[in-house]
């Protein structure tokens, strides 16, 4: 067990429901007719519950990667996400350290990107390499794109395309990973069936009710909403 249960449950719940309320009174305030107009099949309660659903899914992929940097935390030294480049921020999905080379990971959860995603997302993936390559010159960089999903391989030939025609060097690799495969080639596979092992165990225990009463559990409601909504939207 790398691990607890318990750890990675709160670490899930407190990333996927945070600001869940908060969000979509935003939302309400700012586009009410979209939950109300007459060109649209879902009533207003479905269409608020699609807005927390979708909310869940963006958050599961913050959580996979804050679960990801921690489990590497065991295995390796986990480095600065954040850096300024060419006078832009850049935040590393994981960055490590581990026998004079460092390791770069840039996550998705699925490859299923339109072509003018996918193209910004291999151009940001580059910038990140070459912020590397000046801060860390005497490290080999071992740069990996990994999808978590390995059911969606939508852009698969592009990417490998891409990698195959960067010029690199002895210095620098490039790489692309689907589901476990990543696991497999840093010879960690623990880690993928421990984070499977939790997610499978999570959904079999969670009720997934989407609840649109804000008066339940009111005190954190109300803390919530203070924290993130403005005057003007709560008016």
Known sequence: MLIEYDVFEDEL???????????LINKLAKSPDRYVELFRTTSPKLKLMQNITQSHEISFGDFVENIIT??????????????KYNKEDIMFDQLFLF??????IEQKIRDDHDSTKKRGQFSNFISKINYLKENYPDKKIVALMWFVD?????????YLNMISSYK?????SLNIFY????FNYLDKIIIW????KYLQQWKELETNNIELNFEDDWKETKKEIIQNVSKKNWN
């Open 193 to 196: 069936d421990e984070m499977v």
């Open 150 to 158: 390995d059911s969606l391989k939508k852009n698969r030939r592009y």
């Open 179 to 182: 589901g476990n495969e990543l």
């Open 168 to 172: 690199s060097n002895d210095n620098i």
């Open 70 to 83: 921690m489990y590497l935390g065991v295995f390796y030294e986990n480095l600065p996400k954040r850096a």
């Open 99 to 104: 026998e004079n080379k460092v390791y770069m």
């Open 13 to 23: 719940e407190k990333i996927i429901y945070r600001d869940a309320k908060s969000d």
